[in-house]
């Protein structure tokens, strides 16, 4: 009776030994993979604010002056006129 209780107590700590090693593998797994993601979500938020460095940099009015004056060849107006919401026609005759 004592060799079978014996045994019965072996393969219980066998058994509770490997449930061991595969929680805390498991555990050790998700957190190699969590940080993973941490660096993943820190790249991503970095190229983020790069990108929208880079869009608040492109909308720049001295930008957008420098561009349309020397590559669009476009020139300042010189006087505005606007129509007045009063009137009904919106053409002028000349």
């Known amino acids: ?3 079978s209780f014996k045994i019965l107590i072996f393969v219980l700590s066998i058994g509770s030994f490997l449930a061991y090693l595969l929680v ?3 555990a050790n797994t998700m957190g190699i993979a969590m940080g993973e993601m941490q660096y993943k979500i820190k ?3 970095d190229h983020n604010r ?5 869009a ?3 909308k720049a009015m001295a930008r957008i002056k420098d ?3 020397n590559q669009l060849s476009m020139v300042p ?6 129509l007045d919401k009063e009137v009904e ?3 002028l005759q000349k």
């Open 24 to 26: 805390v593998n498991n």
């Open 89 to 91: 026609t919106v053409a």
């Open 77 to 82: 107006a010189g006087s505005y006129q606007y």
């Open 43 to 45: 790249q991503l938020q």
């Open 67 to 69: 561009i349309s004056l």
């Open 1 to 3: 009776m004592w060799s």
């Open 50 to 54: 790069d990108l929208q460095n880079e």
């Open 56 to 58: 608040a940099s492109l």
